[in-house]
């Protein structure tokens, strides 16, 4: 069911958390969980919630973006009226690596206002989640808010420079906002998807351009409080910030927990992705798989455990994988030994070789490499 709403993701929000994984492409389109990419989960929500309009900002990498994406199709969204649309960096500025949500909002702004949908959803594709956006969508029309953020309670992100904490009263109303404080304990933190007014978003953006202001947090929400009336959202299910490799491999291993993916991939609300047919996975004599997720087209001819392999990788014979992320086309030598190793697409790891790393600091082979 179509909504009274638009959506607009930042694609290149948070490169700079993982940049191993973005040196070739953007956030968005980091593969995830053995079929996804990063974008799928807050394309998936929009859709899901009824909004049929998405402008997708980027401002460099996104090439790969661009070849997951195609028409929209697998998001039906490749339509007459609406559908993807997809915004290249239109300044020097706004293609800047130190571009913020408020410059790339600046230089959507024909698409903004060329919109006749009264509500707008911002987000970024740093975060693994599934809920119904719809409900926030809806709470957030009942409350009569300007904007309304969605957070989740718990120990903020370490690595997630510039996260909001807020302090909200009884009726979810904000309080005050603290720009990535030092915080221990558990706090109520934003997760950067938020409902706004289009006519106000639209207002507020062309005021803070006009005063020189380059960040949203700081420069416009901080700086409201006292005008602004802005609620929180709770964020219900499993929800995780991709700030560090890492936390990229924890995310990736939580899959492995049933709970989780039935929080994650729930039937009413599955993730969409593009669709890649490949033959099924085949298990040699002598293969051996544990506790994993295995995709289409892989060939497994050793041991298996703990680990999240993408489609086509090709573990060779005797070869030892554990706690290991083995991303698209990979090729796995035979006695080859890996624990807690993320490999890039069409990465070729040779026979007998030993790779090492740590569930704090995992080791990580780029796109392509021959080890």
């Known amino acids: 069911m179509k909504t009274n709403c638009i959506g607009v993701i930042f694609s290149n929000i948070g490169d700079n958390m993982v940049r191993d994984l973005t040196e070739q492409r953007c956030i968005g389109s980091i593969p995830f969980g053995g ?3 990063m974008i799928d989960f807050p394309l998936s929500a929009m859709v899901h919630a009824g909004i049929t309009k998405v402008g997708i900002s980027t401002r460099y990498n996104y090439r790969s973006l661009m070849d997951h994406l195609g028409s929209g199709k697998a998001w039906d969204l490749s339509r007459k009226n609406g559908g993807i649309y997809l915004f290249p960096p ?10 913020t949500r408020l410059l790339e909002l600046a230089a959507m702004m024909p698409f903004l206002e060329n919109s006749k949908e009264d509500y707008v959803v911002l987000c970024d594709c740093d975060t693994v989640f599934n809920f119904d956006l719809s409900q926030m969508i809806e709470e957030h029309i009942r409350s009569g808010a300007d904007i ?10 370490r690595g997630a420079g510039g996260r909001m904490v807020f302090e909200l009263d009884h009726s979810k109303k904000i309080k005050d906002i603290l720009i990535d404080p030092e915080q221990t304990e558990d706090c109520d933190y934003a ?10 978003l639209i207002k507020t953006v062309k005021d ?3 005063r020189n202001y380059t960040t949203l947090s700081r420069d416009v929400y901080q700086r409201g409080l006292s005008t602004l009336d802005m609620r929180g959202y709770r964020l219900s299910g499993y929800v995780r910030v991709i700030d560090s490799l890492s936390t990229y491999l924890s995310a990736n291993e939580d899959l492995l927990n049933a709970q989780v993916r039935d929080s994650l991939f729930c039937a009413d609300r599955p993730v969409l992705t593009k669709v890649r047919d490949d033959a099924p996975a085949r298990y040699a004599v002598g293969g051996k798989v544990k506790n994993s997720l295995v995709a289409d087209g892989c060939l497994i001819a050793g041991k298996v455990e703990n680990c999240i392999l993408f489609r086509g990788v090709h573990v060779g014979k005797e070869a030892n994988l554990s706690n290991c992320v083995i991303m698209q086309d990979t090729i796995i030598g035979d006695k080859a030994n890996l624990s807690y190793v993320i490999t890039d697409k069409n990465t070729e790891i040779s026979p007998g070789r030993t790779l090492i790393g740590f569930d704090s600091y995992p080791a990580y082979i780029t796109k392509n490499s021959l080890v």
């Open 208 to 210: 803070a351009m006009s």
């Open 90 to 99: 239109y300044s020097n500025m706004a293609s800047s690596t130190n571009a």
């Open 148 to 157: 309304t953020f969605g957070y989740v309670r718990g120990k903020k992100p």
């Open 191 to 200: 997760i950067n998807i938020s409902v706004h007014n289009r006519s106000l």
């Open 35 to 37: 079929r996804y990419r």
